[in-house]
């Protein structure tokens, strides 16, 4: 009798070149050993290690910040999903993926497109420009702003100038020395500065967010 193992695709986009790096892993190789998906151009790698408590710890490169992030997440988590995405903890797009070959490959696809416009809004020639374009401060300091953001989002506690039956859409955008959150429906934005944890830990103590 063979036993099937289980198995899932996983992915993440090389910040050097921009493609797709794609495998499919399973449970014997995660448990036998680190789990290396290089790109073919040799500027990156994700790794995937499989824990004593049953998890599985990711190292992801990240195509818009210096340094790649690390995630933790269950083994459930990681081989049941039919699809799972991993988000950049800065500028909130998908940096790794897993699940179902299918949607894994669907949803490079999409993400491509949107960092193609990305790419032009920011007249950056190449992926690796886009890259090394973000001038992030302390990431500290952006960790605690995004949090704030987002927790402020949750609860219905930014306001802009749209009218009060209508809920807003805000985007964030990372800038040398500030964040800047704005409404993509009315157009009204703040910006938070990212300069020292002074400035951070003066927004945590935030009831509302303004946007004008």
């Given at each position: 009798?063979?036993?099937?193992?289980?198995?899932?695709?996983?992915?993440?986009?090389?910040?050097?070149?921009?493609?797709?790096?794609?495998?499919?892993?399973?449970?014997?190789?995660?448990?036998?050993?680190?789990?290396?998906?290089?790109?073919?151009?040799?500027?990156?790698?994700?790794?995937?290690?499989?824990?004593?408590?049953?998890?599985?710890?990711?190292?992801?490169p990240c195509i818009f910040c210096p340094n790649p992030h690390?995630?933790?997440?269950?083994?459930?988590?990681?081989?049941?999903?039919?699809?799972?995405?991993?988000?950049?903890?800065?500028?909130?797009?998908?940096?790794?993926?897993?699940?179902?070959?299918?949607?894994?490959?669907?949803?490079?696809?999409?993400?491509?497109?949107?960092?193609?416009?990305?790419?032009?809004?920011?007249?950056?020639?190449?992926?690796?420009?886009?890259?090394?374009?973000?001038?992030?401060?302390?990431?500290?300091?952006?960790?605690?702003?995004?949090?704030?953001?987002?927790?402020?989002?949750?609860?219905?506690?930014?306001?802009?100038?749209?009218?009060?039956?209508?809920?807003?859409?805000?985007?964030?955008?990372?800038?040398?020395?500030?964040?800047?959150?704005?409404?993509?429906?009315?157009?009204?934005?703040?910006?938070?500065?990212?300069?020292?944890?002074?400035?951070?830990?003066?927004?945590?103590?935030?009831?509302?967010?303004?946007?004008?």
């Open positions: 009798m063979v036993l099937e193992s289980r198995q899932t695709t996983v992915a993440y986009r090389c910040p050097q070149c921009g493609a797709g790096v794609m495998s499919v892993v399973n449970l014997f190789a995660l448990h036998a050993d680190m789990i290396k998906l290089k790109c073919d151009c040799g500027g990156s790698e994700m790794t995937l290690v499989h824990t004593k408590d049953n998890k599985v710890r990711f190292t992801v690390h995630f933790t997440l269950s083994s459930h988590g990681f081989f049941d999903k039919e699809m799972f995405a991993l988000p950049c903890p800065y500028s909130g797009m998908n940096i790794a993926l897993m699940g179902d070959t299918d949607r894994v490959k669907a949803e490079l696809a999409r993400s491509e497109l949107e960092l193609l416009e990305l790419l032009e809004e920011n007249n950056a020639e190449s992926f690796s420009a886009l890259h090394e374009k973000q001038e992030f401060n302390d990431p500290q300091v952006l960790e605690i702003i995004t949090y704030i953001i987002k927790e402020l989002d949750d609860e219905g506690r930014i306001n802009c100038l749209c009218e009060s039956d209508e809920e807003g859409d805000y985007e964030l955008e990372f800038l040398p020395d500030a964040v800047k959150i704005s409404c993509k429906r009315c157009g009204a934005s703040a910006l938070l500065p990212t300069n020292s944890l002074i400035d951070a830990y003066e927004i945590l103590g935030a009831d509302s967010l303004e946007l004008k």
